[in-house]
């Protein structure tokens, strides 16, 4: 299966970077 997270976004702008979580968030369930 493959998944793609697409983010838009940037943490050091201080924007919504949701994709940046989404991606955080999986690397703590699953090994990627």
Known sequence: M???V???GNILLTDE???VR???A???RYIL
Do not use: K, P
């Open 17 to 19: 970077a949701i994709g």
């Open 6 to 8: 697409l983010g838009v």
């Open 22 to 24: 989404i991606v955080e």
């Open 26 to 28: 999986l690397e703590q």
């Open 2 to 4: 493959r998944i793609l």
